[in-house]
């Protein structure tokens, strides 16, 4: 019965001595936050996924809550995204006071219907009665802007970005991928988080490589990037 009962791990970090004497050896160091590590590591992440910049940062919450910052969503701004979703990917618009507007999931994959997306960017962006079926029934007024989109990469999965960037074209809106769950998968040979506007990945015990807590932007907007590593 004790064995019924004993929980089933999600996931089992692989550390080992490299990353043991990894730690000994900033701990031996006056640099134990910003050091040289930290550089070294953005560019290494630079290179293996194309992009122009990558910034560290505290975990994957604390960059996507940057590039929302980034974004400039800010009070009343509509956000379409995903309900099936680690609560952070919404809870950074909530602190912004933007509004996370819901779309189903594909069944096949969990991850955001595209056509449901572009279906809410029409009437969103048209507004009235329209806007409202799309809205939480709380009195959210209409006419506010749509802002972004932010797909989530579920159980490693890409989202389907080439339909979504298309919306994003069409009506001048930003992409924000949480990648947190896919660092080292493609998008039709794209490094997944490089297709967007930003991408964020996470380095929680649960994820491909971790470092406890951690996470990292990237992104090709050389303002935005500015901007970013002024706030973490």
């Given at each position: ?99 996370p507007v819901y779309v189903d999931v594909d069944p096949r994959t969990g991850n955001i219907d595209t056509q449901m997306v572009a279906a809410a960017a029409h009437d969103l962006m ?74 964020v990945f996470a380095f929680y015990p649960n994820k491909q490589i971790t470092t406890g807590e951690g ?18």
């Amino acid at each position: 019965m004790d064995q019924i009962n004993q929980p089933i791990p999600m996931s089992s970090p692989d550390l080992g001595e490299a990353e043991r004497q990894a730690v000994l050896d900033v701990l031996n160091t006056p640099d134990l936050s910003m050091g040289p590590r930290i550089s070294q590591f953005e560019e290494a992440f630079c290179q293996w996924t194309g992009s122009q910049h990558a910034i560290g940062v505290n975990s994957g919450t604390a960059g996507l809550h940057l590039c929302v910052r980034a974004a400039g969503i800010s009070t009343g701004d509509y956000v379409i995204t995903t309900p099936f979703s680690f609560v952070a990917s919404t809870n950074v618009l909530l602190f912004e006071n933007a509004v996370p507007v819901y779309v189903d999931v594909d069944p096949r994959t969990g991850n955001i219907d595209t056509q449901m997306v572009a279906a809410a960017a029409h009437d969103l962006m048209a507004g009235g009665e329209k806007a409202r079926q799309w809205l939480p029934p709380r009195g959210i007024e209409t006419g506010r802007s749509l802002k972004a989109i932010l797909p989530v990469d579920v159980f490693g999965q890409p989202a389907d970005l080439d339909p979504i960037l298309e919306v994003a074209r069409q009506y001048q809106l930003q992409v924000i991928e949480d990648s947190c769950e896919a660092l080292g998968a493609e998008y039709k040979g794209r490094p997944a988080g490089s297709v967007g506007d930003f991408g964020v990945f996470a380095f929680y015990p649960n994820k491909q490589i971790t470092t406890g807590e951690g996470g990292v932007i990237i992104t090709n907007d050389d303002a935005a990037a500015d901007f970013m590593r002024s706030l973490r």
